[in-house]
């Protein structure tokens, strides 16, 4: 699959450490609700994609005993649905893995029929919902026990 890089310890996208994914495309919804260029994931944009097997992500995840989640974002997941979809299934179904799986999306969940009809009905999903909102205030989401970057983005739990 090509992501836009990988981080194998990352303690600030969920209240446990994740092995988290960037993921490589992104519609770029803020900026059109913004009306300017505001993505807190410009940089991550410009990064040359990379291609990692489903393989080499789990055995980064089991070899390091700190992570316990996995954590999905930027650019954004969504946009790579079936590459997302494919990797949960492996994780569940080949490694017989039900650790956490957070994944932080732009999208408002009445856009998200579809991905939700196929993440559900895998154990211990959380997603992060909502388009970061430039002059939004940050708040603490329970779900995640982590603040975040807009008082309209929220997380909960869809299996």
């Known amino acids: 699959m090509k992501l ?3 981080i194998d310890y990352d303690c600030t996208n969920y209240k446990k450490p994740c092995l988290t994914l960037e993921f490589p495309h992104c519609s ?3 900026d059109e609700l913004n009306g300017i260029q505001c993505c807190q994931n410009g940089q991550l944009a410009r990064e040359p994609d990379i291609e990692v097997s489903f393989e080499s992500i789990w055995e980064l995840y089991q070899s390091n005993p700190l992570t316990k989640a996995f954590c999905c974002q930027g650019l954004e997941p969504f946009d790579s649905l079936n ?3 494919e990797l949960i299934d492996y994780i569940r179904n080949s490694k017989h ?8 999306t732009g999208y408002n969940k009445d856009e998200c029929s579809y991905a939700l009809e196929l993440l ?4 211990n999903i959380a997603i992060k919902w909502g388009r970061y909102l430039i002059n939004n ?6 779900t995640l026990g982590i603040y975040l970057a807009s008082d309209n983005q929220y997380a909960e739990w869809v299996s």
């Not at 893995?97 to 932080?104: A, Q, R, V």
């Not at 559900?120 to 154990?123: A, G, L, R, T």
């Not at 205030?137 to 329970?142: C, G």
């Open 4 to 6: 836009k890089g990988i």
């Open 28 to 30: 770029f919804k803020c």
């Open 83 to 85: 590459d997302l979809w």
């Open 97 to 104: 893995c039900t650790d956490e799986f957070i994944i932080y």
């Open 120 to 123: 559900n009905s895998y154990p």
């Open 137 to 142: 205030a940050p708040h603490y989401d329970d």
